[in-house]
Nanobody, 121 residues
Framework: QVQLVESGGGLVQAGGSLRLSCAAS????????MAWYRQAPGKQRELVAR???????MYADSVRGRFTISRDNAKNTVYLQMNSLEPEDTAVYYC???????????????WGQGTQVTVSS
């Protein structure tokens, strides 16, 4: 199994910054994709940013230009640098990884427990 542990959430004023981290551990052969999702109260979970390999990145329109996703493959860790935060960014942020446990494993999605980000106006 793969365990994902997020950290770095908290309370910040509008215009401020936070950096989220997510470390994957367990019997991992390969992680192909790592991503950040978020879910605000009363809303569906949405994709915030995704990174495949180290250079193929995509962002939701609402965060492009403000958030940056990066990854350290040696540490099986993904980061989300969040700048110019807005109250609308308030949500629980979840890390996900598409990982293979062995060479012959087709892979599965794994999720972290989430970390709260609250942006005050």
């Amino acid at each position: 199994q793969v365990q994902l542990v997020e950290s770095g959430g908290g309370l910040v004023q509008a215009g401020g910054s936070l950096r989220l981290s997510c470390a994957a551990s367990g019997r991992i052969f390969k992680i192909t994709v790592m991503a950040w999702y978020r879910q605000a109260p009363g809303k569906q979970r949405e994709l915030v940013a995704r990174i495949t390999g180290v250079a193929n990145k995509m962002y939701a329109d609402s965060v492009r230009g403000r958030f940056t996703i990066s990854r350290d493959n040696a540490k099986n860790t993904v980061y989300l640098q969040m700048n110019s935060l807005e109250p609308e960014d308030t949500a629980v942020y979840y890390c996900s990884a598409f990982a293979q446990l062995t060479l012959f494993d087709r892979g599965s999605d794994y999720w972290g427990q989430g970390t709260q980000v609250t942006v005050s106006s």
